[in-house]
């Protein structure tokens, strides 16, 4: 059964930085995964995904051009460096494994994932000064 970590989270000041990490383990190959997120009172909302291959990106308009996906095969992990961070963006953010096409739907519309994705415990991002 897959599993999901995220770790990374912090206070950071606006304009700053943060990079967050999504180990995967219990599967042999590289999953799908996105990056959501999650503010009080609010659905959760794709963020960015990445397919198996690490070749195909997408991201949500609000994060495009301050935040980038990556993964490392060697480690089952998936990176979310997140720059230029706004108090907007303060909330849970979560890595999800699903279908990569549930996935960037998800991302691209800002939409909350399939009921079926597999889900880490998530991690609290604050930005604020």
């Known amino acids: 059964q897959v599993q999901l970590v995220e770790s990374g989270g912090g206070l950071v000041q606006p304009g700053g930085s943060l990079k967050l990490s999504c180990v995967v383990s219990?599967?042999?190959?590289?999953?799908?995964i996105g990056w959501f997120r999650q503010a009080p009172g609010t659905e959760r909302k794709g963020v960015a995904c990445?397919?198996?291959?690490?070749?195909?990106?997408y991201y949500s308009d609000s994060v495009t051009g301050r935040f980038t996906i990556s993964r490392d095969k060697a480690k089952n992990t998936v990176y979310l460096q997140m720059d230029n961070l706004n108090p907007e963006d303060t909330a849970v953010y979560y890595c999800?494994?699903?279908?990569?096409?549930?996935?960037?739907?998800?991302?691209?519309?800002?939409?909350?994932?399939?009921?079926?994705?597999?889900w880490g415990q998530g991690t609290q991002v604050t930005v604020s000064s």
């Open positions: 999800a494994t699903d279908l990569f096409p549930f996935l960037q739907f998800a991302v691209q519309t800002t939409s909350p994932p399939r009921d079926r994705a597999s």
């Open positions: 219990g599967v042999t190959d590289p999953m799908p």
């Open positions: 990445i397919n198996g291959g690490g070749d195909l990106r």
